[in-house]
C-alpha cells in the first residue's frame, strides 16, 4: 500500500477542513479525490506531500510514518493548480531543479541531469520547448513542464492538485486522455484533486468522493456513479432529477400519485427520490399528466424540460430517439421512471 | 417581412474615419502636453540646471577646488560611510520584513506594515530627535553610553541610526507588494522538489525579487545620501568629522560661499541623475524579465 491515511484532522479556526479521515491509496493506482470546494480534498493533499501540517491523526508513505517528515525528505511529486513553474528558469532548467539541489553525494553529474532532463522532456512531448521560458508556453505546455519535474525527483508517489482546472476544455480532455496513457505506461501511484465530476470518473481507478471535510464513499467510477452511497453524492456526480415522495411498501409515490416508482433498499415513510436525467422516459400522449416545457439540443444530445404537476423534470436523450419520438415543446407526454433511488428524509 | 428589417445589401454607405472613443481633440491633447512639459522645466529643470550653472559661476578650477578641500573631501567620506553601513542593513531588513510580511500569516502583521511605513509618515526631525532623546547626553540611555565611552550622538553612529531609520521603508515597500503577488508557490514546489530552505531562498525567491530588489536599493541608497532633516538633529554639525554632504552644502551656504555650496550640492544632483538613468536603463533593458517577475 502507498499511502495510508488514518484519522487525519485539520482545522483552520473554527473551520474544519478535514474531520477523522481515514484512507488507503494502493500502491500503482490513480485515485481521485472529488468534492466541491471546501470540501477538504486539496487540504488533504496538502498533508500528504507536507505543505499543510495536520492536526491530529497518522500518515504512512510506503509504510513509513510521514507526518513529522519535512516535504523534501518524503518523495512525493506534486503538481500545483497554477503549476508553480520557476519563473525566471528555462523549461530544462525547472525540470533539472529538483536533480541540481540535492546534496553533494547523491547529486547527479551535470551529463547524467542533461541525459534525464531530456528524457523527460521527451516523455511530455516538450523536447523542443527546452530552452524556453514558462511564460512563452501554453498552459497545456506549462502542464506539461510542471508534470516533468515532479517527475525528475522519481517519486514514489505522485500527487496534482486540480491538475486541469486552469485548462480550456478542449485541452483539458486531451491532457486527460494523455495522462491517463502516461499513467498506464509508468504506473506511478498517484493522486489526483478535482471538483469536475466527468474528470474524476473518466480518469480515475477510484474516486474518493468528499464533502465538508468527510469521506462520503470511496470505489470505483461505476460504482459511485450506479451505486451513490448518500444523497450527496448522488447529487454531486452528474446531473439529477430530485423530488421529495412518500415510501410505502417498495413502492414511493410523488405528490397526491402523479407518479409512483418502484424501489428497493427498504426505506419506509417521507423520502428524497433521484433519477438520473437518462432513466427518465418520455412518450407522447395527447392526454397524459406532464407538459413538455423546453427542449434544448446540446450537441448530439437533447435535454428536455418536463413539467408534471408543478414538479419541474430533466429528462436526456440523444437526438435520434428525440426525432424518433416527435415531441415538441408544449406537448403533452408520460413519463416513466424505471430506476430510482430514494433515501429517507 | 417588415422592410425596416430588410436585409438586401445594399450601395456602401460612407463611414467616417474609426475614432477611438478615449481619443481627444488635437488641440486639447497639446494643451495638456504643453502644460505639463512647461510644469516640468519650471519645477524640476530650471533648478537642476541652477545648481551646476551657480556651481560653475566663477568657472572650473574654483568648482574644483571647492569640492578637493579637506571639509569637502570629508562630508563626500562620510557620505558614503554612512550609506555603505545602512543601505546593506536595509536590504536585509528590508528584505527580512517583506519576506515575513508576503509569505506567512501571524498575528500583528498590520502593525507590522503599519510599522514599516512609520518612517514616512513621520518628519525627519523627529526621526533624529528619537535617537537624540534615547541616546544623547541627557537621553535615556545618556549616563550609560558616557560611563562605557561609547558616544552615538553628534558621531558616525548616529548618523547612520538615523539613516537606516529614515530609509527603511524604500526597500520593504518595493519588494512586499512584488512577493505578496507572487506568493509561495513556487517556494513549495522548490521545498517538495528536496530544496532545503536556504537553497529556495537564494534559487527561487532572490530571483525572483532581484529587479524590484535593486529598484529598492537604488531609491534607498539616494535617499540615504541625500538625507538632511534627520542626520542634521543627530550631527552636532563639526565640520570635517559630523558633516555629510547636505549638512556641508548647508553650512556653506549660510557663509554665503556659493559657488562651493552648489559645486558640493552639483555632486548630490549628479547623484540622483545617476540614479535616474540606472533605473531607467535596467527598466529598458530588463523590461521583459521585470514584467515577466510580476505576470
Not at chain 1, 24 to 49: C, D, N, Q
Not at chain 2, 117 to 125: G, K
Not at chain 2, 166 to 179: C, D, G, K, Q, S
Request: glycine fraction near 8%; include cysteine; charge should be negative.
Amino acid at each position: 500500500m502507498a499511502i495510508q491515511v488514518s484519522g487525519i484532522t485539520k482545522r483552520f479556526n473554527d473551520f474544519t477542513a478535514l474531520d477523522s479521515v481515514d484512507l488507503e491509496v494502493k500502491s500503482g493506482e490513480l485515485l481521485a479525490l472529488l468534492g466541491p470546494s471546501g470540501s477538504g480534498k486539496t487540504t488533504l493533499l496538502r498533508i500528504m506531500a507536507g505543505l499543510e501540517s495536520a492536526d491530529g491523526g497518522g500518515l504512512l508513505l510506503n509504510g513509513e510514518e510521514a507526518l513529522g517528515l519535512k516535504p523534501r525528505d518524503r518523495q512525493v511529486g506534486f503538481v500545483f493548480q497554477h503549476y508553480a513553474l520557476f519563473r525566471h528558469m528555462t523549461v530544462f532548467e525547472n525540470v533539472a531543479f529538483g536533480l541540481k539541489v540535492r546534496p553533494r553525494g547523491q547529486r547527479p553529474g551535470s551529463a547524467e541531469i542533461k541525459r534525464r532532463v531530456t528524457e523527460l522532456l521527451d516523455l511530455v512531448q516538450l523536447s523542443p520547448f527546452a530552452s524556453r521560458y514558462p511564460a512563452q508556453l501554453s498552459g497545456g505546455q506549462r502542464q506539461r513542464v510542471a508534470l516533468a519535474r515532479a517527475l525528475a525527483i522519481e517519486p514514489k508517489v505522485l500527487l496534482l492538485d486540480e491538475p486541469f482546472g486552469a485548462l480550456d476544455a478542449k485541452v483539458r480532455k486531451e491532457l486527460r486522455r494523455w495522462l491517463r496513457k502516461l499513467h498506464d505506461d509508468i504506473h506511478i501511484t498517484s493522486v489526483f484533486v478535482t471538483h469536475d465530476q466527468e474528470e474524476a470518473l473518466e480518469l480515475a481507478d477510484r474516486v474518493v468522493v468528499m464533502n465538508q471535510g468527510r469521506i462520503e464513499q470511496i470505489g470505483t467510477p461505476a460504482e459511485v456513479y450506479d451505486h451513490p452511497a448518500s444523497a450527496f453524492v448522488y447529487e454531486f456526480l452528474g446531473q439529477v432529477n430530485r423530488f421529495d415522495c412518500m415510501v410505502e411498501g417498495g413502492i414511493a409515490r410523488v405528490g397526491d400519485g402523479t407518479l409512483a416508482i418502484p424501489t428497493q433498499g427498504g426505506v419506509q415513510g417521507p423520502a428524497v427520490a433521484y433519477v438520473r436525467p437518462h432513466d427518465l422516459g418520455v412518450t407522447p400522449a395527447s392526454a397524459g399528466p406532464a407538459r413538455i416545457s423546453g427542449i434544448h439540443v446540446v450537441g448530439p444530445d437533447a435535454r428536455i424540460d418536463i413539467d408534471l404537476a408543478g414538479l419541474a423534470l430533466e429528462a436526456e436523450m440523444d437526438r435520434e430517439r428525440l426525432a424518433t419520438l416527435g415531441i415538441a415543446a408544449g406537448d403533452r407526454c408520460a413519463v416513466h421512471i424505471d430506476r430510482a433511488r430514494v433515501f429517507a428524509r | 417581412m417588415p422592410a425596416d428589417v430588410s436585409l438586401t445589401a445594399s450601395a456602401p454607405v460612407p463611414v467616417p474615419p474609426a475614432q477611438s472613443a478615449l481619443t481627444e481633440p488635437v488641440w486639447v491633447r497639446i494643451a495638456l502636453i504643453t502644460g505639463a512639459l512647461l510644469f516640468l522645466a519650471l519645477f524640476l529643470l530650471l533648478p537642476l540646471v541652477a545648481v551646476f550653472v551657480e556651481a560653475l559661476r566663477r568657472g572650473f578650477d574654483a568648482y574644483w577646488v571647492a569640492l578637493i578641500e579637506p571639509d569637502a573631501v570629508a562630508a563626500i567620506e562620510l557620505t558614503l560611510i554612512v550609506a555603505a553601513i545602512s543601505v546593506p542593513a536595509n536590504l536585509l531588513f528590508g528584505v527580512a520584513a517583506s519576506w515575513c510580511v508576503a509569505k506567512f500569516d501571524f498575528r500583528g502583521k498590520n502593525l507590522l506594515i503599519t510599522l514599516i511605513d512609520l518612517p514616512f509618515s513621520v518628519s525627519p526631525v523627529i526621526s533624529g530627535l528619537i535617537y537624540v532623546l534615547l541616546f544623547g547626553m541627557n537621553g535615556l540611555f545618556g549616563t550609560y553610553l558616557r560611563d562605557m565611552g561609547v558616544q552615538i550622538i553628534f558621531a558616525v553612529p548616529g548618523l547612520v541610526l538615523a539613516t537606516i531609520f529614515v530609509t527603511f521603508p524604500f526597500v520593504a515597500r518595493e519588494l512586499i507588494p512584488l512577493m505578496q503577488e507572487q506568493g509561495s508557490d513556487e517556494e513549495e514546489a522548490a521545498l517538495v522538489l528536496g530544496a532545503s530552505g536556504w537553497q529556495t531562498f537564494w534559487r527561487v525567491t532572490i530571483p525572483n525579487i532581484k529587479w524590484g530588489l535593486l529598484y529598492g536599493v537604488l531609491l534607498c541608497n539616494a535617499r540615504a545620501m541625500g538625507e538632511f532633516g534627520a542626520v542634521s538633529v543627530v550631527s552636532g554639525h563639526i565640520r570635517g568629522e559630523t558633516n555629510t554632504m547636505p549638512l556641508h552644502v548647508e553650512i556653506l551656504y549660510n557663509e554665503y560661499n556659493f559657488v562651493a555650496a552648489f559645486a558640493v550640492a552639483s555632486l548630490l544632483a549628479m547623484l540622483a541623475l545617476v540614479t535616474l538613468v540606472v533605473k531607467t536603463a535596467l527598466e529598458w533593458r530588463f523590461g521583459d524579465e521585470l514584467a515577466a517577475a510580476r505576470h
